[in-house]
């Protein structure tokens, strides 16, 4: 994620920001110029400050306190680029239900920007009524089987109680997860998507995915099932980035695209703010990088790959002098770094 400020005051602001915390101006994020600029109303409409040229309105969804997008007054959809893609949200009339599901949006909101950012197609299925793609939020129902989080042809489904943080830190102790997210489900289905669009058509993708992440074809049922009886074989560790990888060549791609989302932002990050790491270390132990490079502009993997390990162990030490978990609770060994050179090269515009 780049750095945003406030182009009135200058104030460092985040993403999610409605208001500028120092001098109060609102704010709106303008997704094709990447800008969270300063409004102001003028004549029933929004001025930004950052594209003064334009009018501009609100997406419908930020008088729920659910989306600081700007959508141009001309628009006849109410819904930004992140809320068009929803087909249902909970019940509005259920204050828990509405807090939950604005933890999903931000989340949502994140995983949006960094598709826009790469370039990839991001259409609500409402109007690519073939290869669109659109949101579920639903709530469990008393007496009913929970909801499952997933994906199939298009639509992702959420359980809302994921944005529960307390159980879904349950769950993820009693599935033995090291990490467990509402951004990392996101990218974890979205992954399902792309693959409907990036691979499954082609077959001479199909050939290139095979050899990294193995057939497809294989029963997916069998092998939900096997894994949840037999569990991931005890060498995963040297050739999957999870033990949920392992299960089948679908969820090998899904998390494995869900990691590449997860470093290149997390690389944008760090080079939005200039880091770099050179600690004075014995041979052959090192820990250095600049972050020098745009990585969602970054034709070549390499300097993506470079700067991953050096950051990592630099943010996961932060972190445990703090007492928090590590950050980025995983190990990438060269046979993952092999599939996440395969999602980069294939998300080149």
């Not at 003028?42 to 930004?48: F, I, P, Q, R, Y």
């Not at 709530?139 to 199939?152: F, K, L, Q, R, Y």
């Amino acid at each position: 994620m780049k750095i945003f400020q406030c182009d009135n005051c200058g104030q460092l602001l985040f993403f999610e920001n409605t208001h500028c915390g120092s001098c109060g101006s609102q704010l709106g994020y303008l997704w094709r110029q990447n800008m969270l600029s300063a409004v102001i109303e003028n004549d029933g409409a929004l001025e930004a400050v950052a594209s003064p040229q334009a009018r501009y309105k609100f997406c419908a969804n930020h008088e729920h306190n659910a989306c600081n997008w700007l959508v141009p007054e001309s628009s006849e959809d109410p819904y930004c680029r992140a809320c068009e893609l929803n087909r249902t949200i909970p019940d509005l009339d259920e204050p828990a239900k509405v807090e939950a599901w604005q933890k999903l949006e931000r989340a949502k909101h994140r995983l949006v920007y960094s598709l826009l950012r790469l370039q990839l197609p991001v259409k609500s299925r409402f109007k690519e009524h073939e290869t669109g793609l659109w949101f579920d939020f639903l709530a469990n129902v008393e007496g009913e089987d929970p909801i499952m989080t997933g994906h199939d042809g298009g639509l992702i489904t959420m359980n809302i109680a994921e944005a529960d943080d307390v159980q879904r830190e349950a769950t993820r102790k009693n599935m033995r997860e090291p990490y467990r997210t509402l951004i990392g489900h996101f990218r974890h289905e979205v992954g399902h998507y792309y693959w409907d669009q990036l691979v499954a058509s082609k077959p001479e993708e199909l050939e290139r995915f095979r050899i990294l992440f193995g057939d497809e074809t294989r029963d997916y049922g069998e092998a939900l099932q096997d894994h949840y009886d037999n569990g991931a074989p005890e060498n995963w560790p040297e050739t999957f980035v999870s033990a949920y990888a392992t299960m089948h060549p679908w969820e090998d791609w899904a998390e494995t695209w869900a990691h590449y989302l997860h470093i290149v932002d997390t690389l944008e990050t760090a080079y939005a703010f200039g880091m770099s790491l050179d600690a004075p270390l014995k041979p052959p132990a090192s820990v250095a990088m600049i972050a020098d490079f745009d990585p969602y502009e970054q034709p070549d993997f390499e300097p993506i790959m470079n700067a991953c390990l050096p950051i990592t162990f630099a943010v996961n030490s932060l972190n445990r002098s703090m007492g928090q978990p590590d950050l980025y609770p995983f190990v990438l060994p060269p046979a993952v770094f092999e599939k996440l050179r395969y999602v980069h090269q294939l998300v080149q515009p």
